[in-house]
């Protein structure tokens, strides 16, 4: 499926003051381009307002799923 087709099942966390503390502290602790650390950040937001539901991150970068394990995060699919 295309991002288009599914976008409005994507939880959409806007860049802010919300944000911020827990990019910084991504930015902080793990080596990550910005884009990288703003994914994870966000992720990590989602997960705690979500606590209970079912949740799964996704990405390709090795680098930035390793960070995302590191957070305690569970990927949406098995590394290559």
């Given amino acids: 499926a295309n991002v288009e087709g599914v976008w409005e099942l994507f939880h959409k966390v806007p860049v802010g003051p919300k944000l911020a503390p827990e990019l910084r502290r991504v930015l902080r602790l793990h080596n990550l381009r910005s884009a990288d650390a703003v994914h994870l950040a966000s992720a990590l937001l989602l997960h705690r307002r979500m606590a209970g539901e079912a949740f799964r991150f996704a990405a390709h970068d090795r680098a930035l799923r ?15």
Wanted: without cysteine; glycine residues 6%; proline residues 7%.
């Fill in 66 to 80: 390793a960070a995302a394990e590191a957070e305690g995060l569970a990927l949406a699919w098995d590394k290559p």
